[in-house]
Structure formats: structure tokens, C-alpha cells
């Protein structure tokens, strides 16, 4: 079993910038690849970032691409979405999710989940 548990949510102004971390702990980590996706009401799942444990690939959201930077500390177990120039639209909750090996963009092959972190931009 994998626990992912998020924290760092917060409200923050248009234009601004946030951190949201995933704190990873159970069977060993180091074959899973890490995704962070989101959720705002009335809307399915969606994808935001997905890293491999060891960090060589990177895949992101085109509408978070060039703001948004999902990283790794193996030492740590953690797992970060840096977002900046935030705008109303990325209001959400954000889960961070695990699965074995490649990172996806699909929510169904993520097989373990955190209970999510609420992130508000306000205009």
C-alpha cells in the first residue's frame, strides 16, 4: 500500500504563486510515478503533472505548461507542484496520485490517491 497525503493549499490572489506538496509513505516508492491532477466542482478529474520517482520525465497539462513545475526529493518521499501565475480557473482541489513505473495522463491508471488540498485563486 502507498498513503499520499497533500498539504498546502490555499487562497491566493490571480497572478500569484503557490506550492503544494504530496507527502508519500508505505512499500517502497522508488518504481512509482507520481501525478498531480484536479477537481473543481461540476467537473471530472483532471490532469495537471506526472514525474517518473526518479525524475527524468516530466509530462504536464497544456494549460498548465510553462506555469506550472511538478518535482520530486527522493530522500524526502515528497512530491511538489510549483504553480505560478495562477489564475481563477485553476481553482480546484488537487490530488496527488501513484502508480507503477510510466506516468500517465489518465486518471483510471493511478492506482492510489490522497484526500486532496484545496487550492482557490481569486480575480
Known amino acids: 500500500q502507498v498513503q499520499l497525503v497533500e498539504s498546502g493549499g490555499k487562497l491566493v490572489q490571480a497572478g500569484g504563486s503557490l506550492r503544494v506538496s504530496c507527502a508519500a509513505s508505505?512499500?517502497?516508492?522508488?518504481?512509482?510515478?507520481m501525478g498531480w491532477f484536479r477537481q473543481s466542482p461540476g467537473n471530472e478529474r483532471e490532469f495537471v503533472a506526472a514525474?517518473?520517482?526518479?525524475?527524468?520525465?516530466?509530462i504536464y497539462a497544456d494549460s498548465v505548461k510553462d506555469r506550472f513545475t511538478i518535482s520530486r526529493d527522493k530522500a524526502k518521499d515528497m512530491v511538489y507542484l510549483q504553480m505560478n501565475s495562477l489564475k481563477p480557473e485553476d481553482t480546484a482541489v488537487y490530488y496527488c496520485?501513484?502508480?507503477?513505473?510510466?506516468?500517465?495522463?489518465?486518471?483510471?491508471?493511478?492506482?492510489?490517491w490522497g484526500q486532496g488540498t484545496q487550492v482557490t485563486v481569486s480575480s
Open positions: 496520485a501513484a502508480r507503477r513505473v510510466l506516468p500517465t495522463r489518465t486518471a483510471t491508471d493511478y492506482n492510489y
Open positions: 508505505g512499500r517502497t516508492l522508488s518504481d512509482y510515478a
Open positions: 514525474i517518473t520517482w526518479g525524475g527524468a520525465t516530466k
